[in-house]
C-alpha cells in the first residue's frame, strides 16, 4: 500500500515534534505529584496572537540592522507573522543573495514551531539528523518568535554570517526591541 506524501510529513512532524516537546515540558512544583521537567528544559511554547504590526515589524527591523553594524556582515531581516506570511523585509547592499530565502526561512521556522530556530540547530549537532527532514524547519540559528503580551506575533529572521552565532545575535535584538 503506497501512502500519500503528506501523511508521511504529518507522522515524521509529529514524531519529530514529541521529541522537541518531550525535553520541553515546564517544571512542577514540589509535592504537586506532576512529573517534574528535566533540569534547564524550555518552558512549553506560548500561544499564538494576533499578527505584529507593520510598525512594530519596522521597529524589530531596524534594531537588528542596528545590531548587524556590531557583527560586520552585510545581513538580510525577515519579519513574519504566526503562519510565517511575510510582513516586512530588508537586505542590506551587498549582502549574498542567498540572505533573502534564508532570513525568510529562519523566521518561518521560529513562527511555526514557536521555538528559536537555534533549537532545531543544536538538535540536529547533537545527532537528531531526523530533524533534517522535518517540513518547514530551518535548523540553523538566526530565527526567534517576536512575543508581544505573552503571546507569539511573530518571528524575526536574520542571515548574512558565515556562521548562525551573528545572526542569532542580530534576531534577538529585533526581538527585544518590541517586547
Do not use: C
Not at 1 to 29: C, D, E, K, N
Not at 32 to 40: D, K, L, Q, V
Not at 155 to 169: F, L, T
Request: no cysteine; hydrophobic share 45%.
Amino acid at each position: 500500500m503506497r501512502v500519500p506524501f503528506f501523511v508521511v510529513g504529518l507522522i515524521a512532524t509529529g514524531v519529530a515534534l514529541s521529541g522537541v516537546a518531550s525535553a520541553q515540558q515546564s517544571a512542577a512544583p514540589a509535592g504537586s505529584g506532576a512529573p517534574a521537567a528535566a533540569p534547564g528544559a524550555p518552558p512549553p511554547p506560548l500561544p499564538y496572537g494576533m499578527p505584529i504590526s507593520l510598525a512594530d515589524a519596522k521597529k524589530a527591523a531596524a534594531a537588528a540592522i542596528a545590531e548587524v553594524g556590531k557583527t560586520g556582515f552585510a545581513s538580510a531581516v525577515a519579519i513574519v507573522g504566526p503562519a510565517g506570511d511575510l510582513i516586512y523585509f530588508e537586505r542590506m547592499d551587498n549582502a549574498n543573495l542567498s540572505t533573502t530565502w534564508l532570513a525568510q526561512k529562519k523566521a518561518q521556522t521560529a513562527a511555526t514551531f514557536r521555538r528559536p530556530s537555534k533549537l532545531f540547530e543544536e538538535r540536529v549537532q547533537s545527532g537528531a539528523t531526523y530533524l533534517l527532514g522535518l517540513e518547514g524547519a530551518m535548523p540553523v540559528g538566526g530565527g526567534v518568535p517576536l512575543v508581544q503580551n505573552g503571546h507569539v506575533v511573530g518571528a524575526i529572521g536574520a542571515s548574512g554570517a558565515p556562521s548562525s552565532g551573528p545572526d542569532e545575535q542580530v534576531a534577538q535584538a529585533g526581538a527585544a526591541a518590541v517586547k
